[in-house]
């Protein structure tokens, strides 16, 4: 195996529990190493930090393995992805649809395994992981008894890496599910759907607003799958408004109202967000709750400024669709704008709109996704509940 050895001062990261080396902090590679190949790493002087996926075309040019990895990567990838299993178990007993696999989180550097029913959906982002790919189809088939096991991966990401970008199916077929958030029913028909089918993040924040929902109006902002609207009517909201972009996403929402027989008053509406939300205040239309979960606007570090003002017109047009004591539900899956940064843009929306708040709830991604502590890369989900008067 060969042997990478980091610039002097350059560990400092690694040893707190960082699992990236990136291209310039090495110092020199001892031996030979094609990308995807297992390597070992040490400090400047010598002593071994752990071992890793190698790729010498990447900025990330080492995903390291968790510390216990010894020699065997088929039994290391079968004792990750087990642990990884009874976790979620443990935290889902009633589910059986979760992410199952969460990256570096898990362990398993740059795979992502999303769990639908026995339809088991691959993101894989890791030169390495993609070189051992049958290790984890095997382990799916044979011991947690998937019938589809499939790829929905996002170019960008592959790119990086140097991978190919055509997706492939290594079990069964790509067809639909119908799977359980716990308390609600989807229809998922992955031909067609975004990411790889649904938004598990959300779903333990989803719980919350059962809480603010009782007996009012709800306006449900780049709704995609209906879910915190749904949510909502199931807790009691009077009647609620599905508002995004995509007409697939619409009438999505119009199928999984109809599969939960929920029975509240529901609108459905295929438009720009930023167009709708500017018209309602035109209207003067307003809802007691508005929630809005759009998709990332920081795509990299030197989008931040763009994205931050994004964020400050979005919050400040939703704050204007509220009625007083009312709430406002945010969110951003943006990793590089961080949560004091998040706050600090609904907090100036406040302001340009003239309402007071109240941060009165605050919360990560759901429990199926861990963070690993010294890796902020794992922690990206930032979600806002304010009370609005």
Partial sequence: ????????NEEHRIRTGHYWVFSNEIEKLEGTAETGEL???????????????????????????EKSFKADISEYIKNSL???YQYRKSIYPNRNSYRLVFSESDYLPGLIVDKY????????????????????????????GALNIFTRNEPYFRKLEGLTEEDEVYL?????????????SYSIDFASSQKTGFYFDQCDNREFIHKITGGRSVLDIFSNSGGFGMHAVSAGAASVIFVDSSENEIENCRNNYSLNKLTSKAEYIVSDVFDYLEKSIAAG??????????????KSRKSIPTALKGYVKLNKLALGCINPGGYLVTSSCSYH??????????????EKAGKNIQLIYKNGASLDHPQIPAMEETSYLKYLVFKVS
Avoid at 43 to 65: H, P
Avoid at 117 to 144: E, P, R, W
Avoid at 172 to 184: A, C, F, N, P
């Fill in 1 to 8: 195996m060969a042997k990478i050895f980091l610039k002097k």
């Fill in 39 to 65: 390597v070992e790493l040490f400090d400047s002087k010598g002593t071994l930090l752990g071992t890793g996926f190698y790729n010498k075309s990447s900025l990330i040019s080492v995903r390291l393995l």
């Fill in 82 to 84: 087990l642990n990884a």
């Fill in 117 to 144: 029913n026995d339809t088991y959906v691959l993101q894989v982002y890791c030169a390495g992981m993609h070189l051992n790919i049958s290790l984890v189809v095997n382990v799916l088939k044979d011991k947690l």
């Fill in 172 to 184: 069964g077929s790509v067809g639909t599910e119908i799977i359980s958030d716990g308390k609600l």
């Fill in 285 to 298: 239309a307003k809802s007691d709750v508005v929630m809005i979960d759009p998709p990332a606007f920081a």
């Fill in 337 to 350: 704008i961080k949560e004091k940064e998040f706050i600090e843009s609904v907090t100036k929306a406040a």
